[in-house]
């Protein structure tokens, strides 16, 4: 999914090119993959990014056929941080680049999957005196590499304020904090949500069935 060219349907249940008859039942799935149909695309992996790509195929028209070996979304993409997130530690090797890509990223995800992600804040303790500065001042320039797709503005907190925001953290540790936003979403009903929409839009998807040779 790019922020350059969304898709404002992505998970729409409607108004999609989908086949004829959507097939539910495994045995139609098998049939299907069995009747010996050409296709112009063949993925191997029902991850996030399979899942993506055979959704974006799919929508440009191509006949797709994705294999997965277990069920959709076993490996890392059900196992994620559930965080949506700019990459905060990025900002520190200098990959600015990358930084503005992923968070303006983030704003799509936000915009297309509202029911599946959501802004979240966080708050960063510092315990020597020269951490709130430092990482304020990172998290601003993060804000401003937001821009207009920013959730919030990172804000300075003091000791009260940080032990206000977080009431399980020994009162004895922090000297001030940062707060900052970033998303959550769940990961699961993410790659779920775009195998529902992949074969809506035409594409063959089948788990638990193993590419074994090319």
């Known amino acids: 999914m790019s922020s350059q060219t969304p898709h404002p349907a992505l998970f729409a249940e409607a108004s999609l090119p989908a086949r004829q008859v959507l097939l539910t039942q495994r045995g139609e799935l098998i049939r299907s993959l069995a009747d010996g149909s050409q296709y ?45 997130h700019g990459g905060v530690r990025y900002l520190a090797q200098g990959n600015i680049s990358l930084v503005y890509e992923a968070l303006h990223e983030r704003t799509t995800l936000l915009r297309n999957a509202p029911h599946l992600a959501q802004p979240l804040a966080f708050v960063m303790p510092s315990y020597q005196w020269w951490e709130t500065p430092f990482y304020g001042l990172g998290l601003v320039l993060y804000d401003l590499l937001a821009g207009k797709a920013g959730l919030g503005k990172t804000r300075f907190l003091g000791r009260e304020g940080t032990l206000a925001a977080l009431p399980g953290v020994n009162p004895q540790g922090p000297r001030g904090g940062v707060k900052y936003w970033d998303g959550q979403f769940d990961d699961a009903r993410l790659a779920i949500t775009l195998a529902k929409t992949a074969a809506q839009a035409g594409a063959l998807l089948v788990n638990y069935c193993p590419v074994e040779e090319l």
Do not use: N
């Not at 695309?41 to 440009?60: C, E, K, P, Q, Y």
């Not at 994705?66 to 979304?73: G, I, K, N, R, V």
């Open 40 to 84: 112009d695309i063949a993925i191997v992996g029902g991850g996030a990014t399979g899942l993506g790509v055979a959704l974006d195929a799919a929508r440009r028209g191509l006949r797709v056929v994705l294999l997965e070996s277990h069920d959709f979304a076993k490996g890392t993409s059900s196992r994620a941080t559930k965080l949506l």
